[in-house]
C-alpha cells in the first residue's frame, strides 16, 4: 500500500483533424467535453489533476471552458506530433514527489469519477507498476490508465499513442480494472458524436 500522492493528467490538446472542430469544447448536457471529464477526475479523489491543454486560441478557449476548477495547467507546444507530446507536457508538470500519474482523454464523456476512483484504489492498494482498464465483454483495453512514477521516465514514444511498449513490458504486474462498454465510447469523428450524444439522452 502507499500513502504518497496519485495524480491525475487529463489529455485536452487534441487537434481534432478528423472532426472538423474542437472535441474538448462540444457540449454534452450543457457541459463542455473537457469539463466534464475534468470533473469526473476531480471528483474521484486524486491529489492534483494536470490539464494538458494546446498553445494558442484554442488553448485559450479551453482553458475558458475549465475556468475556476483547481488545475494545473500544462501546454503541448506541437500538438501536430501526435498524442505522445502531450503525454510528455502532463508528465513535466508533475510534482516530484508523485507516487504515481492516471492518464485520461478528455473526449471519452462516459468515464466516471466512479472509474478514476477505483484505478487509484487499486493502485494504493497494490502499488503495482500499472493499472489498466478494460472495456466490455471484449475487454477492449484504453485509458484511463495509470503509471507508477517509476516508469514515468521510460515515456520515449513518439507519434499519436501512448507507450506501448511499457504496457508490454509490465502487463505481468498489471492489475487491470473491468469497465462497462459504454464507457468505451469516445468522439473522433462526427459519427462518433452523433452516438455520443444519443447515448446521453435520458
Known amino acids: 500500500m502507499t500513502n504518497a500522492p496519485?495524480?491525475?493528467v487529463l489529455l485536452a490538446a487534441g487537434l481534432s483533424r478528423r472532426l472538423g472542430q474542437?472535441?474538448?469544447?462540444?457540449?454534452?448536457?450543457?457541459?463542455?467535453?473537457?469539463r466534464r471529464a475534468v470533473r469526473a477526475v476531480l471528483d474521484a479523489g486524486y491529489a492534483g489533476v494536470?490539464?494538458?491543454?494546446?498553445l494558442g486560441e484554442l488553448g485559450q478557449q479551453v482553458r475558458a471552458a475549465l475556468d475556476g476548477l483547481p488545475l494545473v495547467f500544462a501546454e503541448n507546444p506541437?500538438?501536430?506530433r501526435g498524442l505522445s507530446e502531450s503525454f510528455r507536457a502532463g508528465i513535466a508538470a508533475l510534482p516530484p514527489d508523485v507516487a504515481a500519474a492516471n492518464f485520461a482523454l478528455a473526449d471519452m464523456p462516459f468515464v466516471t469519477a466512479e472509474h478514476?476512483?477505483?484505478v487509484?484504489?487499486?493502485?494504493?492498494?497494490?502499488?503495482a507498476p500499472l493499472v489498466l482498464a478494460r472495456?466490455?465483454?471484449?475487454?477492449?483495453?484504453?485509458?484511463?490508465h495509470l503509471f507508477r512514477a517509476d516508469l514515468l521516465g521510460g515515456f520515449t514514444q513518439s507519434g499519436d499513442h501512448g507507450p506501448k511498449h511499457l504496457i508490454r513490458d509490465y502487463a505481468g504486474q498489471a492489475v487491470w480494472l473491468d469497465l462497462p462498454a459504454g464507457a468505451l465510447r469516445d468522439v473522433d469523428t462526427p459519427e462518433d458524436w452523433a452516438g455520443v450524444s444519443a447515448a446521453s439522452q435520458p
Do not use: N
Request: aromatic letters at 6%; hydrophobic letters at 40%.
Open 22 to 34: 474542437p472535441k474538448q469544447l462540444l457540449r454534452l448536457s450543457g457541459e463542455p467535453l473537457v
Open 6 to 8: 496519485v495524480w491525475a
Open 50 to 54: 494536470v490539464a494538458v491543454i494546446p
Open 78 to 80: 506541437e500538438p501536430e
Open 120 to 127: 487509484r484504489e487499486a493502485f494504493e492498494a497494490t502499488g
Open 116 to 118: 478514476h476512483r477505483a
Open 135 to 144: 472495456f466490455g465483454p471484449d475487454k477492449v483495453r484504453a485509458p484511463p
